[in-house]
Nanobody
Framework: QVQLVESGGGLVQAGDSLRLSCAAS????????VGWFRQAPGKEREFVAA????????DYADSVKGRFTISRDNAQNTEYLQMNSLKPEDTAVYYC?????????????????WGQGTQVTVSS
């Protein structure tokens, strides 16, 4: 049974930093590209960042470029999202996802497995 479990969310002030983690089990993690998506109230789930199986390739949404960094540790079956200079518009539930494909992708349909999400709230 595949499980993705996010952690690290919380309530912070604008300008603060958070690091999200996503622990994977039940799959050969190094065979999967992984990514982060987020969903704010009343909005569709949107792409945030993605990283390929080896960590050699990444992609980011324009809204987070230069502030967020995605990484992974295949030995620990974990991916991370370092979020710096947080803004109120970053407030959302953040989901990690895994998909077995080459490269990186911003498309939700490419990802087969999803976590339950972790809430990030940024106050102004």
């Amino acid at each position: 049974q595949v499980q993705l479990v996010e952690s690290g969310g919380g309530l912070v002030q604008a300008g603060d930093s958070l690091r999200l983690s996503c622990a994977a089990s039940g799959l050969t993690f190094s065979n999967y590209a992984v990514g982060w998506f987020r969903q704010a109230p009343g909005k569709e789930r949107e792409f945030v960042a993605a990283i390929n199986w080896s960590g050699s390739s990444t992609d980011y949404a324009d809204s987070v470029k230069g502030r967020f960094t995605i990484s992974r540790d295949n030995a620990q079956n974990t991916e991370y999202l370092q979020m710096n200079s947080l803004k109120p518009e970053d407030t959302a539930v953040y989901y990690c996802a895994a998909g077995r494909f080459g490269g990186v992708s911003a498309y939700r349909t490419q990802y087969r497995y999803w976590g339950q999400g972790t809430q990030v709230t940024v106050s102004s």
